[in-house]
């Protein structure tokens, strides 16, 4: 996934001759509280809710503002993960997407993210979760995935997590089955340490609906 398939159209860019009383309402309107500024396709910079919290007069056009915007943005081709790192590098929850020849494509919002996400981690896929501790030098995708197998499971989607000064990992697996009691026990015959497991036949739809509660929130 690259940035140009993350572009969300729903939020419009700012101009120049905008006031500062529509930056506030359409940030109202569309919950978020940085938004892009663009001129003619050229992209100016991101205007953040702080930047006119303290104006004296929020009909002033944006062009007579003295603003040092900041100007985060990631081209078109960009992969998602170096998105997402340059989302929370910046702190904002919109991010623009430039073409080659830097001309505004259109933004990615944290909404967008947040979908892509749970879309990789399968959360509407029924099953069971599993999360394995084991040393660096031990982690093999291809034994833990024989080891899934022979049961006649799959595993849909699996992250690492690396310990801070320390040469273990933690592994998380989704696996297709809400059933692992065998798979558990073959990961402990294997002499793989188990630290926490989820049978998701009730897990699953709380965690739904908590996404659900979620994105309601994120767009009412």
């Not at 690259?2 to 500062?20: M, N, R």
């Not at 933690?170 to 002499?191: A, C, G, M, Q, W």
């Amino acid at each position: 996934m690259i940035a140009e398939e993350l572009i969300s159209y729903e939020i419009p860019p700012l101009k120049p001759s905008d006031t500062g009383n529509r930056v506030l309402q359409w940030m109202e309107e569309f919950k978020v509280r940085d938004m892009v500024v663009v001129k003619s396709k050229k992209y100016i910079g991101i205007i953040e809710e702080t930047d006119l919290l303290d104006r004296n007069n929020l009909g002033d056009k944006l062009e007579s503002y003295s603003l040092n915007l900041k100007k985060p943005f990631v081209f078109k081709n960009q992969h998602i993960f170096e998105v997402i790192g340059l989302f929370v590098e910046n702190d904002v929850d919109v991010l623009p997407v430039l073409g080659e020849s830097e001309e505004y494509l259109g933004l990615i919002t944290t909404k967008k993210i947040l979908q892509y996400l749970a879309e990789i981690v399968s959360v509407a896929n029924q099953g069971s979760i599993v999360t394995l501790e084991m040393n660096t030098v031990d982690y093999s995708m291809v034994e833990l995935a024989k080891i899934v197998e022979s049961d006649d499971a799959k595993i849909l989607a699996s992250f690492i997590t690396s310990h801070p000064n320390s040469n273990k990992i933690e592994v998380t697996l989704k696996i297709n089955k809400t059933d692992i009691t065998r798979i558990l026990h073959s990961f402990e015959r294997f002499n793989y340490t188990v630290t926490a497991s989820y049978n998701e036949s009730e897990y699953h739809q709380d965690l739904k609906n908590r996404y659900d509660e979620f994105m309601r929130f994120l767009n009412p």
